[in-house]
């Protein structure tokens, strides 16, 4: 325990850390995944833009980065984001990673709820002049407003899951923080406060997202 | 000139398996719909009948044969012209279709919203349509908060905010209880007759068509089979499967199962005699048949009015001298349709 005051600054800098990484992922990798997400919904056979040759590619590339262990994938993009954001390592890197990794997790998310989009709905649209763009823009997103939120609460605490790993490039935020002090320092006390403080944001998180999603489905 | 004029539409799907002949869902339809017309058409499910009408806003493109609507062949022209011509033809839906993150209000505002119309005219546009189907007080409510009935009303409002000539109905009223799907047929009967609004309305309900229709077509595999004025269709189908739709709502002549049943109950002849509005009165048949001394009673049957004309089918179970049987109904034969019960 005294071990942990003695720390008090690192923790709480640790905390932002955290905070900071998660909140320009989600912003970043949230807005490439949405857009994705709605390539693949536009371009599927029979959707509002059928393209079979786009979605096909936007499919299979999402599907050969996906499965990639995200500790593996911060190593391998590490030449591309020295190359993009000047550095290879530390906080920084650690968001672009998790950025380019995110959103394609984001992009199935973002697919799957728009796909809840009941199709006649659409086809009222369309049978009122409604082009496919404004049907996107006032139907299928607003339609799937309450979805899409659950769909963001449940990825940002996730991002705060992968964020425990940026300790491999040199990142910080509670993850390293409680591998660090805690964990080779034999002091469970000090990684039980990371764990601790890491649930209560997530369950913060949850909450703010069921808050508002439920605001939006009026249930 | 008719509103609505289909020559040889053929509708046909590539087969889900490779190499199979595609499915033909709408298979040489010809229909003419004239202004003014309720225009029933009815079908079992898998029958075509909603292919049929997503032919004519083209929701679905037709494989062959044309579509004229208002006179514009609507078969070859290209998406976004459509877009426009959509903006004539309204559409109601079995499910209502409604947009649940919109408010009534909303929901009614989108066509004008399309169509480009400027705020003062979309609030005036909408209040008007709102006060037509009773919802006024609903302005601000979301669907989900609504009676079905009460969602088709909105639906039928949004339908008609652009002021379409022509309104399609599919399957309006199927989700929809008996007395609900009276309100709202009573309610785009009046679009009929104030509006002057074209429908065409799709249904498997045989009472639907009875309460509103003015024509009908009766579609089984993808064809018309049979089409024409709702009074002649019903009192005289010329085919099969329109005569079982009739025997839904008219009781006509008795099954061999419910012959049966009758003849198990019911001494006598047992004859059904078929009247058809102005060919013969009802009176005048059992005047006949007291006159030659014969005892009767009526045991199956009805009499429907359609659009203000009757017709119908009685079953009579006649007991006497055959000989008088014969010469009463010799007489009765030469002036309405007379089947003895098999």
Same mark, same amino acid.
Not at chain 1, 133 to 145: C, G, K, Q, Y
Not at chain 2, 309 to 336: E, N, P, V, W
């Given at each position: 325990?005294?071990?942990?005051?003695?720390?008090?600054?690192?923790?709480?800098?640790?905390?932002?850390?955290?905070?900071?990484?998660?909140?320009?992922?989600?912003?970043?990798?949230?807005?490439?995944?949405?857009?994705?997400?709605?390539?693949?919904?536009?371009?599927?056979?029979?959707?509002?833009?059928?393209?079979?040759?786009?979605?096909?590619?936007?499919?299979?590339?999402?599907?050969?980065?996906?499965?990639?262990?995200?500790?593996?994938?911060?190593?391998?993009?590490?030449?591309?984001?020295?190359?993009v954001i000047g550095t290879g390592i530390g906080n920084d890197a650690m968001i672009f990673a998790l950025s380019i990794a995110s959103s394609?997790?984001?992009?199935?998310?973002?697919?799957?709820?728009?796909?809840?989009?009941?199709?006649?709905?659409?086809?009222?649209?369309?049978?009122?002049?409604?082009?496919?763009?404004?049907?996107?823009?006032?139907?299928?997103?607003?339609?799937?407003?309450?979805?899409?939120?659950?769909?963001?609460?449940?990825?940002?605490?996730?991002?705060?899951?992968?964020?425990?790993?940026?300790?491999?490039?040199?990142?910080?935020?509670?993850?390293?923080?409680?591998?660090?002090?805690?964990?080779?320092?034999?002091?469970?006390?000090?990684?039980?406060?990371?764990?601790?403080?890491?649930?209560?944001?997530?369950?913060?998180?949850?909450?703010?997202?069921?808050?508002?999603?439920?605001?939006?489905?009026?249930? | 000139?008719?509103?609505?004029?289909?020559?040889?539409?053929?509708?046909?799907?590539?087969?889900?398996?490779?190499?199979?002949?595609?499915?033909?869902?709408?298979?040489?339809?010809?229909?003419?719909?004239?202004?003014?017309?309720?225009?029933?058409?009815?079908?079992?499910?898998?029958?075509?009948?909603? !292919?049929?009408? =997503? /032919?004519?806003? %083209?929701? +679905?493109? *037709?494989?062959?044969?044309?579509? &004229?609507?208002?006179?514009?062949?609507?078969?070859?022209?290209?998406?976004?012209?459509?877009?426009?011509?959509?903006?004539?033809?309204?559409?109601?839906?079995?499910?209502?279709?409604?947009?649940?993150?919109?408010?009534?209000?909303?929901?009614?505002?989108?066509?004008?919203?399309?169509?480009?119309?400027?705020?003062?005219?979309?609030?005036?546009?909408?209040?008007?349509?709102?006060?037509?189907?009773?919802?006024?007080?609903?302005?601000?409510?979301?669907?989900?908060?609504?009676?079905?009935?009460?969602?088709?009303?909105?639906?039928?409002?949004?339908?008609?905010? !652009?002021?379409? =000539? /022509?309104?399609? %109905?599919? +399957?309006? *009223?199927?989700?929809?209880?008996? &007395?609900?799907?009276?309100?709202?047929?009573?309610?785009?009967?009046?679009?009929?007759?104030?509006?002057?609004?074209?429908?065409?309305?799709?249904?498997?309900?045989?009472?639907?068509?009875?309460?509103?229709?003015?024509?009908?077509?009766?579609?089984?595999?993808?064809?018309?089979?049979?089409?024409?004025?709702?009074?002649?269709?019903?009192?005289?189908?010329?085919?099969?499967?329109?005569?079982?739709?009739?025997?839904?709502?008219?009781?006509?002549?008795?099954?061999?199962?419910?012959?049966?049943?009758?003849?198990?109950?019911?001494?006598?002849?047992?004859?059904?005699?078929?009247? =058809?509005?102005?060919?013969?009165?009802?009176?005048?048949?059992?005047?006949?048949?007291?006159?030659?001394?014969?005892?009767?009673?009526?045991?199956?049957?009805?009499?429907?009015?359609?659009?203000?004309?009757?017709?119908?089918?009685?079953?009579?179970?006649?007991?006497?001298?055959?000989?008088?049987?014969?010469?009463?109904?010799?007489?009765?034969?030469?002036?309405?349709?007379?089947?003895?019960?098999?």
């Open positions: 325990m005294d071990r942990l005051f003695e720390l008090g600054s690192e923790f709480w800098v640790a905390a932002a850390e955290t905070l900071y990484m998660v909140a320009l992922t989600l912003l970043v990798g949230g807005l490439f995944g949405l857009l994705l997400g709605i390539v693949l919904y536009t371009t599927r056979p029979g959707s509002l833009l059928s393209n079979k040759p786009v979605f096909n590619i936007v499919n299979v590339v999402i599907n050969f980065f996906r499965p990639i262990p995200f500790i593996i994938f911060i190593a391998a993009v590490q030449p591309l984001s020295r190359l394609f997790a984001i992009s199935r998310i973002v697919e799957q709820n728009l796909l809840t989009v009941s199709p006649g709905v659409i086809e009222a649209a369309r049978a009122m002049g409604a082009g496919p763009i404004r049907i996107l823009r006032t139907v299928v997103l607003p339609e799937a407003l309450g979805p899409l939120i659950l769909g963001y609460t449940f990825v940002l605490v996730a991002l705060v899951d992968m964020t425990a790993v940026a300790g491999a490039v040199g990142g910080g935020g509670l993850g390293a923080f409680a591998l660090t002090y805690g964990y080779r320092q034999f002091e469970p006390v000090v990684t039980w406060a990371a764990v601790i403080l890491i649930v209560v944001f997530v369950q913060l998180a949850q909450f703010l997202g069921n808050w508002l999603a439920r605001k939006v489905m009026r249930r | 000139m008719a509103l609505v004029s289909l020559t040889d539409v053929t509708k046909s799907y590539p087969s889900p398996e490779k190499g199979a002949a595609p499915v033909v869902a709408v298979d040489s339809v010809s229909l003419e719909i004239e202004a003014g017309d309720v225009y029933g058409i009815i079908g079992y499910s898998g029958a075509g009948k909603s !292919t049929l009408v =997503r /032919l004519i806003n %083209a929701l +679905e493109p *037709t494989t062959s044969g044309t579509i &004229e609507v208002g006179g514009r062949a609507i078969t070859t022209m290209p998406e976004r012209e459509l877009r426009g011509i959509r903006l004539e033809i309204g559409m109601i839906f079995q499910q209502f279709n409604l947009f649940n993150s919109k408010t009534v209000r909303a929901n009614v505002a989108y066509p004008l919203q399309v169509a480009g119309a400027s705020k003062a005219e979309i609030t005036a546009r909408v209040d008007e349509l709102l006060a037509f189907v009773g919802l006024t007080d609903k302005a601000r409510s979301y669907p989900d908060q609504l009676s079905g009935g009460q969602k088709q009303r909105v639906g039928i409002a949004r339908a008609l905010a !652009t002021s379409p =000539r /022509l309104l399609l %109905a599919d +399957e309006a *009223t199927s989700a929809l209880d008996p &007395e609900t799907t009276q309100e709202v047929l009573e309610l785009l009967k009046r679009v009929n007759r104030e509006f002057g609004v074209t429908i065409v309305i799709i249904t498997h309900e045989m009472d639907v068509i009875q309460s509103i229709a003015t024509k009908v077509a009766v579609m089984d595999g993808g064809r018309v089979i049979e089409s024409g004025d709702v009074f002649d269709v019903f009192s005289s189908p010329r085919n099969p499967s329109s005569a079982r739709f009739v025997s839904t709502v008219v009781k006509g002549i008795p099954s061999p199962a419910e012959a049966a049943v009758l003849r198990d109950r019911h001494d006598g002849r047992l004859v059904t005699i078929s009247f =058809r509005d102005g060919d013969v009165s009802q009176a005048a048949v059992f005047l006949d048949l007291a006159n030659a001394g014969l005892e009767f009673e009526l045991v199956y049957g009805g009499i429907n009015d359609i659009q203000g004309r009757a017709f119908g089918h009685l079953t009579l179970a006649i007991r006497g001298a055959d000989a008088a049987i014969d010469s009463a109904l010799a007489k009765i034969g030469a002036r309405a349709e007379v089947t003895e019960v098999a």
